[in-house]
């Protein structure tokens, strides 16, 4: 998690936001820049575990826009009805804005370049193959028809992910109350959800050069 998002100094600083998606360029590239950086000190570690010739894939969650603000599966996931719930918290008067604005989801979906540069920066590795390929939805369901079941599944997903940095966050009721209102708002948008929300994913081949 970049500190520059939660720093009202800061002009990356998400403030209304809990997560990147459809926020400003600043607050996006600081989520890139510390993805880069994570990434780079990964490959740092691994080479000098690797010997010469040996060969590494790695899968990570990507996106297909050049557009760091545009987020894909994992900004609808969490950029649209998940920031309704907090929003929704904030209006009912359970949290504070302030509160609400100090966390933010540690998630980040790169493209194939914000990827690509970091290899060739680092320089230990070499490229075999790159390519970014849609995965499935992260709801699963099995009665697709059933709206409310649709709603939990969202909810979970949410709850998989962030759930513990929730609970640590605003507390275990307040985390209950939040998840409740992604549900709902999940239960209400069934169709859109089974229709646009799908992950697609970056896989890499690399050898050690």
Known sequence: MP?????????????????????????A???????????????????????????????????????????????????????????????????????????????????????????EADGSFTINKLEVFKGGSPLVV??????SEVGRALANSCRTVSGVLVDAHIGDKLSEELFLRVESRGTSHAKELLEQLQFFHIVASLSFA
């Not at 720093?7 to 926020?23: E, L, Q």
């Not at 297909?64 to 649209?80: E, M, Y």
């Open 29 to 119: 590239n600081a989520y890139k820049k510390q993805f880069q950086t994570d990434l780079a000190k990964f490959l740092r570690a691994r080479s000098i575990e690797m010997k010469r010739g040996g060969s590494m894939f790695l899968v990570c969650l990507g996106r297909t826009s050049v557009d760091p603000t545009d987020q894909g599966g994992a900004g609808l996931l969490f950029g649209t009805h998940f920031q309704d719930a907090w929003d929704d918290l904030v209006q009912e008067g359970l949290i504070s804005a302030e509160k609400r604005d100090n966390f933010n989801i540690p998630v980040y979906a790169p493209s194939l370049q914000d990827f690509k540069e970091v290899v």
């Open 3 to 27: 500190e520059s998002v939660l720093d009202r100094r800061s002009t990356a600083y998400n403030k209304g936001r809990v997560f990147i998606h459809g926020a400003s360029d600043s607050s």
């Open 142 to 147: 099995s009665r697709p028809d059933d709206a």
